[in-house]
């Protein structure tokens, strides 16, 4: 029989921080805009070529590498008894534009250095052990967030909407996937759910994208649940017109009633009683967009989010009746009020919690139990198997911007408690 694996001895912990460190930067390299930002969107060149350095690393850490239909990348470490199911970890690389360059990336990188350092110190899993690099994360090209995992997860209307997605340049969901080379001879993307039970445990490592642990001096954060998101896209039309000619009564100017409706999803978020819940519209797009046009159509989008669902249900449906109001007392035409996702929160489960404290405890780090309010790729593999995530602090909490920082110390001391975790996960 396979010789037994042994639990790890924390001393054989032998990590490389500065070479990983570098990879920070070289990763970084394959952006679309100037450093110190960071824009890496889903299928551009740059996606691609950070991609092929992944596999690269994947490749130098011994693991064996797959790519399924649409470009989640999956490295193997086969373990002692290979039929088991596997225990998972790792994020996405994909990154908004202008933003940083650890969102994501920490969570793959650390998860490959993980490897590394469990095999440097001989350790042998019972469960094999497998890093994934989630194909896109980020809502930015089609829209959608979590579109690789949520896909994995087995979301049927996902691979339906995404036979007709197109991009802000009318590029087809299908026709980048296989300008990355992906997609080769499908149209049905069902290929890519994951049976139920491929892994015994799920986890994630990612900076916390908040300021909680750096403020507190705290090591790691433990996440107990994910926040439930949800986004939606809102048309108003008018008649648009002269901005000289038209006066003030004879007007029904579309960009006013955006501007109403933006001011709404604040008020309607304020109003929800808690501080957990949350609102903003990141894209506010006027029609045609010259200073003396009255705008003839306004495309806004909006995230909400909450740790309760219900409670964020509630302010969408307010959102939605204040929508309507605004057609009335403006005379505009409410063209489109969809919802893009509307999300349950995940919670961790506490086999992995378990897991991640003692390992965090082993490791003399400081931590502490704490909920994500940024989603996660391990939103949907909670739908997969148990799962949870380890936060490192960043500076200041700053995240979606090129200021975002993790200190080589915080990401080594991240490793070595997914390295930890993943051990023991693979024991069970
Ligand atoms: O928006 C989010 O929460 C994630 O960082 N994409
Ligand atoms: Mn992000
Ligand atoms: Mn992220
Ligand atoms: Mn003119």
Same mark, same amino acid.
């Given at each position: 029989?396979?010789?037994?694996?042994?639990?790890?001895?924390?001393?054989?912990?032998?990590?490389?921080? %500065?070479?990983?460190?570098?990879?920070?930067?070289?990763?970084?390299?394959?952006?679309?805009?100037?450093?110190?930002?960071?824009?890496?969107?889903?299928?551009?060149?740059?996606?691609?070529?950070?991609?092929?350095?992944?596999?690269?690393?994947?490749?130098?850490?011994?693991?064996?590498?797959?790519?399924?239909?649409?470009?989640?990348?999956?490295?193997?470490?086969?373990?002692?008894?290979?039929?088991?199911?596997?225990?998972?970890?790792?994020?996405?690389?994909?990154?908004?534009?202008?933003?940083?360059?650890?969102?994501?990336?920490?969570?793959?990188?650390?998860?490959?250095?993980?490897?590394?350092?469990?095999?440097?110190?001989?350790?042998?899993?019972?469960?094999?052990?497998?890093?994934?690099?989630?194909?896109?994360?980020?809502?930015?090209?089609?829209?959608?967030?979590?579109?690789?995992?949520?896909?994995?997860?087995?979301?049927?209307?996902?691979?339906?909407?995404?036979?007709?997605?197109?991009?802000?340049?009318?590029?087809?969901?299908?026709?980048?996937?296989?300008?990355? $080379?992906?997609?080769?001879?499908?149209?049905?993307?069902?290929?890519?759910?994951?049976?139920?039970?491929?892994?015994?445990?799920?986890?994630?490592? %990612?900076?916390?994208?908040?300021?909680?642990?750096?403020?507190?001096?705290?090591?790691?954060?433990?996440?107990?649940?994910?926040?439930?998101?949800?986004?939606?896209?809102?048309?108003?039309?008018?008649?648009?017109?002269?901005?000289?000619?038209?006066?003030?009564?004879?007007?029904?100017?579309?960009?006013?009633?955006?501007?109403?409706?933006?001011?709404?999803?604040?008020?309607?978020?304020?109003?929800?009683?808690?501080?957990?819940?949350?609102?903003?519209?990141?894209?506010?797009?006027? %029609?045609?967009?010259?200073?003396?046009?009255?705008?003839?159509?306004?495309?806004?989008?909006?995230?909400?989010?909450?740790?309760?669902?219900?409670?964020?249900? %509630?302010?969408?449906?307010?959102?939605?009746?204040?929508?309507?109001?605004?057609?009335?007392?403006?005379?505009?035409?409410?063209?489109?009020?969809?919802?893009?996702?509307?999300?349950?929160?995940?919670?961790?489960?506490?086999?992995?919690?378990?897991?991640?404290?003692?390992?965090?405890?082993?490791?003399?780090?400081?931590?502490?139990?704490?909920?994500?309010?940024?989603?996660?790729?391990?939103?949907?593999?909670?739908?997969?198997?148990?799962? $949870?995530?380890?936060?490192?602090?960043?500076?200041?909490?700053?995240?979606?911007?090129?200021?975002?920082?993790?200190?080589?110390?915080?990401?080594?001391?991240?490793?070595?408690?997914?390295?930890?975790?993943?051990?023991?996960?693979?024991?069970?």
């Amino acid at each position: 029989p396979p010789h037994s694996s042994k639990p790890i001895s924390l001393s054989s912990l032998s990590l490389d921080a %500065h070479a990983l460190h570098r990879q920070f930067d070289e990763l970084a390299a394959f952006s679309d805009s100037p450093t110190p930002s960071v824009t890496r969107v889903l299928y551009t060149d740059k996606d691609v070529l950070a991609r092929r350095y992944v596999k690269i690393l994947m490749g130098i850490a011994g693991l064996s590498v797959r790519e399924d239909a649409i470009g989640n990348i999956f490295g193997r470490w086969d373990g002692l008894e290979t039929e088991l199911a596997a225990v998972a970890t790792g994020s996405h690389i994909d990154a908004i534009p202008y933003s940083g360059k650890y969102d994501g990336v920490v969570g793959v990188l650390g998860a490959i250095e993980a490897i590394n350092v469990l095999k440097r110190s001989g350790f042998k899993p019972r469960r094999p052990l497998e890093v994934i690099l989630f194909t896109s994360e980020e809502p930015t090209r089609f829209g959608i967030g979590c579109l690789g995992s949520r896909l994995l997860s087995g979301s049927e209307n996902l691979a339906e909407a995404l036979k007709t997605a197109t991009d802000s340049q009318n590029i087809s969901f299908l026709e980048a996937a296989r300008s990355a $080379g992906y997609a080769k001879d499908e149209d049905d993307l069902s290929s890519v759910f994951l049976k139920k039970g491929t892994y015994s445990a799920f986890v994630e490592l %990612h900076i916390e994208q908040g300021p909680i642990l750096e403020d507190e001096g705290l090591s790691i954060g433990i996440v107990t649940a994910i926040a439930a998101p949800a986004s939606l896209k809102v048309e108003f039309e008018g008649n648009g017109g002269h901005a000289g000619a038209v006066l003030m009564p004879n007007r029904n100017d579309a960009g006013l009633a955006a501007a109403e409706l933006v001011l709404a999803v604040e008020k309607h978020v304020l109003e929800s009683g808690s501080i957990d819940t949350v609102g903003t519209v990141g894209i506010l797009e006027l %029609h045609p967009g010259a200073i003396n046009s009255i705008p003839s159509k306004s495309h806004i989008e909006i995230d909400t989010r909450d740790i309760d669902e219900e409670r964020r249900n %509630h302010v969408i449906e307010k959102i939605h009746q204040s929508a309507i109001g605004i057609t009335k007392t403006r005379g505009v035409k409410l063209s489109e009020f969809s919802i893009i996702n509307q999300d349950p929160p995940a919670l961790s489960s506490e086999a992995v919690v378990m897991a991640v404290e003692t390992a965090t405890r082993e490791l003399n780090l400081t931590s502490k139990l704490m909920i994500s309010r940024a989603y996660h790729d391990s939103l949907f593999m909670a739908r997969l198997s148990p799962t $949870g995530m380890i936060f490192i602090p960043c500076y200041k909490g700053y995240s979606h911007k090129p200021e975002e920082f993790a200190s080589i110390e915080d990401v080594a001391n991240g490793v070595k408690v997914l390295a930890l975790t993943l051990a023991k996960l693979s024991l069970q």
